[in-house]
C-alpha cells in the first residue's frame, strides 16, 4: 500500500504531462489554417506595393538618364524599404520559394538602382577625394589588395628560385625592352657611378620608358579582371618574378646598396601603384563571378564602377610621382648620394603606409568615413 501510495502522485503527473502535450499537439495543429490564412491576407495586401515598385524600376531602366522628380524618388525609397521588410517577414513562412524569389530580385534591383545612381550630385572636392574617398575605397577592398601583394609576392620568390636554381635563365625571363638588366650587376654599377651627374638625357629617357611600361602594366592588371581575375594574377606573378629575379641578382653580387638606392625611390610608389591596379582587377573578377548577390553583371558592374574609377585614378597619380622621382633622382648613381636616396625612400614608404592605413578615419571611432 505504501509503495502504491507513492507511485500515485508519479502517475498522476505523467498523466497530466500527456495530456498537456495532447492539448499542445492539438492546438498547434488548429493553428496551421490560421497561419496559412496570415500569410494570403499577407501576400495579398502586399502585393500592389511589390508590383508599384517593379513598375516603377521598369519605367528607369527604359529611359537609364531619367531623373525622377522628388515625390517620385520618395515613393520609390518607401517602396523599396516596405519590399525589404517583406522579404523579411516572408522569409519565416515554409513553402513560398518562388514568392520570395520574386520579392528579391525586386529588392535587389531596388538596391542596385538605389546606389548606382549615386544620389544626389556633389561637386568634386580635389582635396577631399585625396584624404578621404581615395584612402577609404582602398582600404575597403583590403582583402583585393593583399591578395594582389600576396600573388606579387609569390612570383618574386618564384623568380629568385629559378635564378639560384640555373643562373643562365635570366635572359628567358628579362623582356626585351630592358635588356640592359642582362648585364652583371657589378660591371652595371661600375658604369653607372663613372658617368658623369649631368647625363641627364639618356636617364630621362630610360625612366619614361619605365614609366610607360608599369603604367601599361597597372592598366592591363586591371583590364585583365574581365577574365574573372586569371589574367590579373598572371600578370602579377610574372611582374614578381622578374623583380625576384632582379633581387636576386644584384643581392647576390653584393650589389645589395645600389639596388636599394636604385629602386627605393620610385619603387615605393611604383609597386603600390601596381599591386592597387591588381586590387581593381580583382574586385572586377569578383563581379565577374557574381558570389554573394542575386544581381545581373550588369547590375555588379555599376555597384563598383565608382570605386574603380577612383582605384585607378590613385594609381595613376602614384605612377606620375613616380616617373618623377625616377628622372631626378633614381637614375643618379653616386655612392655618396645612397644614404640619401635611401631615406627618401623609406619617408616616403611609410608616408604611404600610414595615409592608406589611416587618412579619412572618424578620429573618435577609427573607422573609414562614410
Known sequence: ?????????????????????????????????????????????ERPFWEELAELLRVQSEDAGRTPPLSEARRFYYLYQRAAADLVK????????????????????????????????????????????????????????????????????????????????????????FAHLNEKPSKRVEREEKQDFDAFQGRHTFSSQLMTHNTKVTIMTMVSGFFWGIFTLILLFYNG????????????????????????????????????????????????????TNLKLRQRLARIRGDLLTLITGAALLLIWAGIVESFLSQYHSDRFYPWKIGFGSIQLLALILYLSLSGRHRSTGTPAA
Request: proline letters at 5%; glycine letters at 8%; charged letters at 15%.
Open 1 to 45: 500500500m505504501e509503495i502504491a501510495n507513492e507511485s500515485t502522485p508519479a502517475l498522476a503527473v505523467s498523466c497530466t504531462f500527456k495530456r498537456q502535450s495532447r492539448l499542445a499537439s492539438t492546438e498547434s495543429v488548429l493553428h496551421i489554417p490560421h497561419v496559412i490564412l496570415d500569410l494570403d491576407k499577407f501576400i495579398a495586401k
Open 90 to 177: 516572408l522569409k519565416t513562412f515554409a513553402g513560398e520559394a518562388e514568392t520570395a524569389r520574386f520579392l528579391e530580385n525586386i529588392v535587389a534591383k531596388a538596391y542596385s538602382q538605389l546606389h548606382s545612381s549615386g544620389g544626389e550630385s556633389m561637386p568634386f572636392r580635389p582635396l577631399n577625394w585625396i584624404t578621404k574617398t581615395f584612402p577609404c575605397t582602398f582600404r575597403q577592398h583590403w582583402r583585393a589588395f593583399a591578395l594582389s601583394i600576396g600573388t606579387f609576392a609569390i612570383g618574386a620568390l618564384f623568380g629568385a628560385a629559378a635564378l639560384k636554381i640555373n643562373y643562365d635563365l635570366k635572359a628567358d625571363f628579362i623582356p626585351p625592352q
Open 241 to 292: 618574378t622578374i623583380i625576384g629575379i632582379v633581387m636576386f641578382d644584384y643581392l647576390s653580387d653584393g650589389e645589395g646598396i645600389f639596388l636599394t638606392a636604385w629602386l627605393l625611390p620610385h619603387g615605393s610608389f611604383e609597386l603600390p601603384a601596381i599591386f592597387i591596379g591588381g586590387q581593381a582587377g580583382l574586385i572586377i573578377a569578383r563581379a565577374m563571378f557574381g558570389w554573394g
